[in-house]
């Protein structure tokens, strides 16, 4: 398995957040965002189950979702992104 860095906002501090990844084994994208503040009022009127999460992120960043959802086709020559053991 190999994440691949897809696309990173321009504009996030330290450049570290959001990102967004691609994960050739399981074919799906993996979104890297900020913790929703005040979680309890925010997401009130949204069922999350115990396995899922909410990520927030800015609207800015889907302008680079169209580059980077067509990049998974090229991911034999994408750099593999090392896991953040951090995370």
Known sequence: ???YLLCKDPESPNNGSPT???DDESQ???LQGWRVPDPGNRL???TVPE???VVEFPS???Q???TAIRTPQDTAS???VEPDENR
């Open 1 to 3: 398995m190999a994440l």
């Open 20 to 22: 967004l990844y691609y």
């Open 28 to 30: 799906n994208f993996l």
């Open 44 to 46: 009130s009127g949204i």
């Open 51 to 53: 396995h899922e999460t």
């Open 60 to 62: 800015r960043l889907l």
């Open 64 to 66: 680079l979702f169209p």
């Open 78 to 80: 994408a750099p593999a």
